[in-house]
């Protein structure tokens, strides 16, 4: 059976992350039967990460502050997350699912595909996020 996304009401998570009013930072899409569905949502990243067990595969939209002493500004990051136990068939079927998500999520600055729970670390999506952010006026002083 093909998978399908619930749009509206997947497009409405994902908006409530992108609106900097909002203290909800974070969004997952799970799946429900054969239909991608909003997940769970919360303000602080370390919630976002018990999510991510070893038995479940998901996808987040994620945001981030970021910046510099001359400017901070809001990254987003698109994770899927692929537990360690998720079998063979629904890994490979993940990567063609997260076209339908790209369909609601149209707007990161990066995209990581995470099987590893240390890469769920904050410092390090962060760092990747400003290493694919640009201008770094941080660097004259590091």
Do not use: H
Not at 52 to 72: E, I, P, W
Not at 100 to 110: G, H, I, S, Y
């Amino acid at each position: 059976m093909a998978t399908r996304i619930d749009k509206e009401a997947c497009r409405a998570a994902y908006n409530l992350v992108r609106d900097d009013g909002s203290v909800v930072i974070w969004v997952t899409f799970k799946y429900d039967g054969a239909t991608i569905v909003p997940g769970d949502q919360g303000a602080e990243y370390g919630d976002f990460i018990q999510q991510c067990t070893d038995d479940v595969r998901l996808f987040a939209f994620v945001r981030f502050t970021t910046g510099d002493a001359m400017s901070k500004r809001s990254k987003f990051a698109l994770i899927t997350w692929i537990g360690e136990n998720v079998s063979g068939l629904q890994r490979a079927k993940t990567g063609t699912d997260k076209t339908l998500v790209k369909e609601v999520v149209q707007n990161f600055a990066k995209e990581f595909v995470i099987s590893d729970r240390k890469e769920l670390e904050e410092d390090f999506i962060k760092n990747e996020l400003k290493k694919a952010g640009g201008a770094n006026y941080d660097a004259q002083t590091e």
